[in-house]
């Protein structure tokens, strides 16, 4: 069975190829370039860019693996949450093709993708618990098997990404700003400045970081260049403390999980990464996190997550609807015949 997938929920148009669990081979476009000079994503540009590179990309992935169109089993398509335009022009790439090849259609979550897409590369566990941690979601799950995910806790206003990138924006990086603070955190003292723990003096699993973020961006923006390392070893350190918490809460809750899973852009940060595994180590679980380049938005877990539905029996027929950011994705997979 070799699966096709296709992500262009935000400004990263992938392609990718899956057969019996294993990555045959992906493509990824970065529209980084194309949107930075603007200090964010441009949802207009990211759509058009998407509709422009996705036909290329196929073709590309194809030749260089020696298959056809009609070598494709099913088609795996990111459905949601992302920018509505974005979104629209994978579905509607993705639709024409299973309409034109006559092959299976299956919409992924994003979210669920980024959680399984270990599985690429090692054995996944049920249940377990799941931190979504990227530019545009914070999320917290109960993993009870791949098809079902159960939400404990969300971002109530910023992801922690949009802490990051604000706060390098205040000393002048580049969006997204993660990965140069992360770089900037290893010559830096994490005790300098005393940046708040996010929303974590309550009882729930939800997230907030846009106190952390203005924090950040009041300080950045007065300091010299001299300290900019020690502001980014310090907002490492705060990141990772509130999501250490929230895990070590939700294992509190639910402590028959067998793992904690952690994927999206911000599950490269190096700090992040370290903390996560001393609290797994400490409690004696699994840490269950995809090498860097899958922890950052590709196809690969697209396919990956889509196979598992389709194995699973599940598809979805040419009515699949594309979910932006803020709508419930509903349970609309039909049962295979
Ligand atoms: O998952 P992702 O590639 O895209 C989505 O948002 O879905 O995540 C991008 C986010 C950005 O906010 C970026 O600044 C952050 O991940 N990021 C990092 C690191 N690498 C990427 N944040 C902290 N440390 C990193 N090493
Ligand atoms: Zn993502």
Request: charged content about 20%; some cysteine; hydrophobic content about 45%.
């Amino acid at each position: 069975m070799l699966c096709l997938g296709l992500e262009t929920s935000c400004d990263d148009t992938g392609v990718a190829l899956v057969r019996g669990g294993a990555l045959v081979d992906s493509l990824l476009s970065s529209q980084a370039d194309a949107h930075a000079i603007f200090g964010g994503v441009v949802p207009e540009l990211a759509s058009r860019e998407h509709g422009r590179r996705l036909g290329p990309m196929l073709d590309a992935l194809l030749e260089r693996n020696n298959l056809l169109l009609r070598d494709l089993d099913l088609i795996a398509v990111t459905r949601g949450p992302g920018l509505l335009g974005s979104l629209l022009a994978g579905a509607a790439f993705a639709k024409g093709l299973a309409l034109a090849l006559e092959k299976p259609l299956i919409g992924v979550n994003h979210l669920h993708a980024h959680l399984l897409a270990a599985g690429l590369e090692q054995e996944l566990v049920f249940p377990a618990l799941g931190l979504v941690i990227s530019g545009g979601h914070t999320e917290i799950y109960l993993l009870e098997s791949p098809e079902r995910f159960i939400r404990l806790g969300r971002a109530l206003d910023d992801a922690v990404g949009e802490a990051f990138d604000k706060a390098g924006k205040a000393i002048g990086l580049p969006y997204p700003a993660g990965r140069q603070i992360d770089e900037l955190a290893t010559r830096g003292n994490p005790k300098t400045f005393a940046f708040p723990l996010a929303y974590v003096h309550n009882e729930n699993l939800d997230f907030s970081f846009s106190g952390l973020k203005t924090a950040a961006v009041n300080c950045g923006v007065n300091l010299k260049p001299e300290q900019y390392p020690d502001f980014c070893a310090s907002l490492n350190r705060a990141v990772a403390a509130t999501l250490c918490r929230k895990a070590q809460r939700a294992f509190a809750a639910h402590p028959y999980a067998r793992a904690l899973y952690a994927a999206g852009g911000v599950a490269a940060n190096s700090l992040v990464r370290a903390r996560l595994q001393k609290l797994m180590d400490k409690s004696k679980k699994r840490l269950i996190m995809p090498s860097i380049p899958l922890c950052m938005d590709n196809a690969a877990m697209i396919a990956y997550a889509g196979s598992l539905l389709y194995d699973a029996g599940y598809e979805h027929g040419l009515e699949l609807e594309a979910i932006p950011r803020g709508r419930k994705i509903p349970d609309d997979m039909r049962k295979r015949r």
